[in-house]
Structures are given as C-alpha cells and as structure tokens.
C-alpha cells in the first residue's frame, strides 16, 4: 500500500450507522474526483454486536480489497467498545483515534497507555438527538473526521447526503444531518 492512501477503521454496534458512514465517506470522496472504498466487516450482525467498518482514500487506483489493520484514523462511535476493543490497534503514531463521547481527550487518552497518535473527542450522541431527534452518531462523526483527518470537504458530504436521503427521507432529516454535520465540525476536542 502506498503511503498516499488513507485508511480509516470505524468501530461501532450494529445499528448505529459505521456501515453508512464508512462508505459515505468513500462516496464523497469519489465525488472530488479522488479513488476510494468503504465497506464493512461482517460477523455476527445482531443489533448492538460490535461491529468494523473501512474507508480507503488515495489520489492513485487502489487495488488492496482486505480489511484495514495499520489505520491512518480509528472513529469509535460507541466509548463503550474501549473496554472490550482493542480499537487503536496498530494506529498510526502521526494518526488519531476519534471517540464518541462527553469526556474530554484527556480523559479518553487514559484508556490507552503510550498511546502516541493524537486522541479526540466530540459527543456526537447528543448532537444527533439535538439535530435529528435520534440517537444516531454517524452523521455527527464524519463531521468531526473531516476536521481531524480533512479527508473529505464538506461540500462533497452534503452532496452525497442530500443524494441517498433525499429519496428516502424528507428535507427535515437531509438538513438535520447537514446541522449534526457541521457541528460536530466545529465542536470537536483533540489532544
């Protein structure tokens, strides 16, 4: 793998969006003319199960179809897999780990001892039920993942946004994800 792809693992419960959110990414970054894949990893797929997710992005065709074990990023939509996920393994020294969750970075950073890559926080949970009325986190985590990583901008996500839900679901929701967005954009703590 070249060292111009940028390999994100989402870790989250079914249900909670990782599985859209991984390839929401992927698309938007299609959408700026960049080569992308976002795909989950599937197990026991059971309603809260701990599940994976994966997004690659590169200026160049990527040919690597496995999933993600040097990640660049680690976004953890549920702060309670840090106890039973080793969710920063093999991160990057120069990447992140992005939490979902009130506490603040510090505080985060203690679950992972001689951790060097930098630790962020941002509670995405109460954004989405702020925003959408629904304890729905992934929205707000892109938002937050474009301001740390700037994989993506903007622009391109709201694009892909209001082209799969404007079908599916009415203008409310399209904006409330759009507000969730940019938001967690904005709110997002690092360390």
Not at 80 to 95: H, Q
Not at 159 to 184: L, M, P, Q, T, W
Request: hydrophobic content about 40%.
């Amino acid at each position: 793998m070249s060292k111009d792809v940028i390999e994100i693992r989402w870790h989250g419960r079914g249900g909670q969006g990782a599985k859209t959110a991984a390839t929401m990414v992927a698309d938007a970054a299609i959408n700026e003319g960049k080569y992308s894949q976002g795909f989950p990893e599937y197990g026991p797929e059971r309603m809260g199960a701990p599940i994976k997710g994966y997004t690659r992005i590169s200026s160049k065709p990527i040919f690597d179809h496995s999933a993600i074990y040097f990640p660049d990023y680690v976004v953890v939509l549920d702060d309670t897999l840090l106890d039973v996920v080793d969710v920063c393994e093999n991160l990057s020294e120069s990447g992140a780990v992005l939490v979902n969750t009130p506490k603040a970075p510090a505080e985060v950073r203690g679950k992972f001892p001689g951790l060097k890559a930098k630790v962020c926080t941002i509670d995405a949970t109460k954004i989405s039920i702020d925003e959408l009325g629904r304890p729905i986190p992934n929205t707000p985590m892109i938002g937050a993942l474009m301001k740390i990583a700037g994989v993506v901008g903007i622009d391109a996500v709201f694009h892909d946004i209001e082209k799969k839900f404007a079908g599916k679901f009415g203008a409310k929701i399209v904006e409330g994800n759009k507000r969730a967005i940019k938001r967690a954009f904005e709110e997002v703590r690092s360390e």
